[in-house]
């Protein structure tokens, strides 16, 4: 099962609904369910996504691999990716991350419009939470 919070899924969907036609792809990072508000129900350990990093459109080799370099690899557990013109699938292109998420028009949080695969193109059972990081300071 993979998770990841709602907050997360509408931030994501946002970024493919407003760069529409083009894509978006971006690294996705975990906090463990423990961390979080509103996560009672899941075991302490259990990872969820909850974070995202802003895209780079601007970078040549990010358009062309779809890796951003500028993201330190341990940072990001998962990509996020949109097929604006796609299918609901992973992509030769998209399979650099142990866990895919992949977004098609119209840009829904359903299992038509969003869904979660694994580094072979498998779909993966998702769960979306009502939970959230708790709140952080830039001074922190």
């Known amino acids: ?9 509408d931030v ?3 970024l493919a609904s407003d760069a529409d036609p083009d894509d978006v792809t971006t690294g996705v990072s975990i906090t463990v369910a423990d961390e979080l508000e509103g996560a009672d129900g899941l075991d302490p350990e259990t990872p969820v996504f909850t974070d995202f990093f802003l895209p780079d459109p601007g970078n040549p080799v990010n358009a062309v691999f779809g890796v951003d370099l500028s993201t330190p690899v341990r940072q990001a557990q998962g990509r996020f990716v949109s097929h604006p013109v796609g299918e609901l699938e992973v992509s030769r292109r998209d399979d650099l991350a142990e866990i895919v998420f992949v977004a098609v028009p119209p840009w ?3 299992e038509r419009s969003f869904a979660a695969f694994d580094r072979s193109g498998e779909r993966q059972p998702l769960e979306i939470v009502d939970a959230a990081p708790p709140d952080q300071s830039l001074t922190d």
């Open 1 to 9: 099962m993979v998770y990841v919070t709602r907050a997360l899924v």
């Open 12 to 14: 994501l969907l946002d």
């Open 108 to 110: 829904q949080a359903d």
